[in-house]
């Protein structure tokens, strides 16, 4: 998840930037937004930390964020989840996209087949179930919190983007890089209301 929540972190941070800019010299919303500029700066330096072993490749991420410089390379993309739930037997699946056309089904931790599309995990509509091979039937589940779904359901509605529940939303695979809401977004809203 580190290069999501590093991507996450650097718009969050130049958002935030601009903000900054607009808001009045003297204003307690200045006040505020220096305060979280200050915390995703710390909440950066603790994931750069925790990912990035390269003194070089930090300095260039550093400079990405606090100098809009190119965006490094690396850390390579985590694959986004698709899908993730539990099987009648208590197995823990997870569906990752590997690439455009390729999915990963990974039980209890292994990798268990490679399938082509996505077709199965488009529908929007909750409760999803599936049939994988050698899992039986698979409910889908989500890890996210009841704040991070309040903060996108806000968002949605046309508030703020939940830019402090970001690293989480994306870790869930209920939103992109660019915080849209993805198709297990929209399932994971979806069974707030069912």
Same mark, same amino acid.
């Given at each position: 998840?580190?290069?999501?929540? !590093?991507?996450?972190?650097?718009?969050?941070?130049?958002?935030?930037?601009?903000?900054? =800019? /607009? @808001?009045?010299?003297?204003?307690?919303?200045? /006040?505020?937004?220096?305060? /979280?500029? %200050?915390?995703?700066?710390?909440?950066?330096?603790?994931?750069?930390?925790?990912?990035?072993?390269?003194?070089?490749? =930090?300095?260039?991420?550093?400079?990405? %964020? *606090?100098?809009?410089?190119?965006?490094?390379? +690396?850390?390579?993309?985590?694959?986004?989840?698709?899908?993730?739930?539990?099987? +009648?037997?208590? $197995?823990?699946? +997870?569906? /990752?996209?590997?690439?455009? +056309?390729?999915?990963?089904?990974?039980? #209890?931790? $292994? %990798?268990?087949?490679?399938?082509?599309? #996505? =077709? #199965?995990?488009?529908?929007?509509?909750?409760?999803?179930?599936?049939?994988?091979?050698?899992?039986?039937?698979?409910?889908? &589940?989500? $890890?996210? &919190?009841?704040? @991070? %779904?309040?903060?996108? $359901?806000?968002?949605?509605?046309?508030?703020?983007?939940?830019?402090? *529940? @970001?690293?989480? !939303?994306?870790?869930?695979? !209920?939103?992109?890089?660019?915080?849209? !809401? &993805?198709?297990?977004? *929209?399932?994971?809203?979806?069974?707030?209301?069912?």
């Amino acid at each position: 998840m580190g290069r999501e929540e !590093l991507e996450a972190l650097v718009r969050h941070y130049h958002h935030l930037q601009n903000e900054h =800019k /607009r @808001a009045s010299v003297e204003s307690g919303v200045r /006040r505020r937004i220096e305060e /979280r500029l %200050l915390e995703i700066r710390a909440r950066f330096d603790r994931v750069l930390a925790e990912w990035v072993a390269d003194e070089e490749l =930090k300095r260039a991420w550093w400079e990405h %964020l *606090h100098y809009r410089a190119p965006e490094p390379q +690396e850390p390579p993309a985590v694959q986004p989840l698709v899908f993730r739930g539990v099987s +009648e037997a208590g $197995s823990a699946v +997870e569906v /990752r996209r590997r690439d455009d +056309e390729e999915l990963e089904v990974w039980v #209890d931790g $292994s %990798l268990i087949e490679r399938i082509a599309g #996505d =077709k #199965d995990f488009a529908p929007v509509a909750a409760p999803l179930r599936v049939r994988l091979n050698g899992t039986g039937p698979v409910q889908e &589940t989500f $890890s996210v &919190t009841d704040d @991070a %779904l309040d903060a996108l $359901s806000e968002f949605l509605d046309g508030g703020s983007p939940p830019w402090e *529940h @970001a690293s989480d !939303l994306l870790a869930d695979g !209920l939103v992109d890089i660019h915080l849209d !809401l &993805t198709p297990r977004g *929209h399932r994971a809203l979806a069974s707030r209301q069912a």
